[in-house]
């Protein structure tokens, strides 16, 4: 009696970009790894992190965070009365920055018609190396689209 050979799957999952290399940028709210963007914190309830083909990044834009300055266009977590997600920072509101160094609020668009936004401290790392991870013709400029 002939039976049907089926074929092996190895259905050990396959190892994530994470597992693969180390972050070529890390902080508390973002990494940035070859080819991929993670935003943490991004999703509510579960906190979860949201990832982003870095091929597919638009835009990137940024401002300075400062006490109660974009009151309606940002937001601590959720949407705000801008076309923008935000990744939960709490103190998103509330930070000054007296010497002009600090944090800052980056948006990411790719595109979909809801952008990603979330805080960076350290502004010009941040862009060096997910400039070099994005195509060429991506969008990088101080000031919101809205």
């Given at each position: 009696m002939e039976t049907d050979k089926q074929p092996i799957i190895d259905d050990l999952p396959s190892p994530s970009k994470k597992e693969k290399c180390e972050a070529l940028f890390e902080e508390e709210w973002s990494r940035i790894y070859?080819?991929?963007?993670?935003?943490?914190?991004?999703?509510f309830p579960t906190a979860q992190a949201k990832r982003i083909d870095t091929h597919q990044i638009k835009g990137i834009y940024y401002s300075k965070q400062t006490f109660c300055k974009a009151f309606g266009s940002v937001k601590s977590w959720g949407m705000s009365f801008s076309p923008c997600w935000w990744a939960c920072d709490i103190k998103r509101c509330l930070r000054s920055n007296p010497e002009g160094n600090g944090f800052?609020?980056?948006?990411?668009?790719?595109?979909?018609?809801?952008?990603?936004?979330?805080?960076?401290?350290?502004?010009?790392a941040f862009l060096t190396v997910l400039r070099r991870q994005c195509n060429p013709g991506v969008i990088c400029q101080e000031g919101f689209p809205w």
């Open positions: 070859p080819n991929e963007l993670v935003i943490t914190w991004y999703w800052y609020n980056v948006v990411i668009d790719i595109g979909d018609g809801t952008m990603k936004g979330f805080t960076t401290a350290n502004l010009q």
